[in-house]
């Protein structure tokens, strides 16, 4: 199983950002799809989930989630970009689909990861 993610850059403040997560040798539509960030010196931080979807209180009015079943991958579109976005984002894939939000907040309950994709943003 992989799941490569893809379009971090760097960025204006106020701009916009679209990541693409890339998944192979799973059953795409039998797994939700997480966003985790990880900013220097912080822990990994729950960005939110598709499915429901999901948002983290800093990504609400700001970040949507989509996905393309038949091409296996992910998106998460950012717009509005601020400095505190900075970070390294990470895509994931969790098996089944939850009622539960915590389900979807926890990074030990996801089965895969992808490698990350440097978003930094600039004052």
């Known amino acids: 199983v992989q799941l490569q993610a893809s379009g971090g850059g760097l960025v204006q403040a106020g701009g916009s950002l679209t990541l693409s997560c890339s998944t192979s040798?799973?059953?795409?539509?039998?797994?939700?799809m997480g966003w985790f960030r990880q900013a220097p010196g912080k822990e990994r931080e729950f960005v939110g989930a598709?499915?429901?979807?999901y948002y983290a209180d800093s990504a609400k009015g700001r970040f949507t989630f989509s996905r393309d079943n038949a091409k296996n991958t992910a998106y998460l579109q950012m717009n509005s970009l601020q400095p505190e976005d900075t970070a390294i984002y990470y895509c994931?894939?969790?098996?089944?689909?939850?009622?539960?939000?915590?389900?979807?907040?926890?990074?030990?309950?996801?089965?895969?990861w992808g490698q990350g994709t440097q978003v930094t943003v600039s004052s």
């Open positions: 994931a894939a969790i098996r089944g689909y939850y009622t539960s939000r915590y389900h979807y907040t926890v990074p030990n309950f996801y089965d895969y």
């Open positions: 040798g799973l059953t795409f539509s039998d797994y939700n």
């Open positions: 598709s499915g429901v979807p």
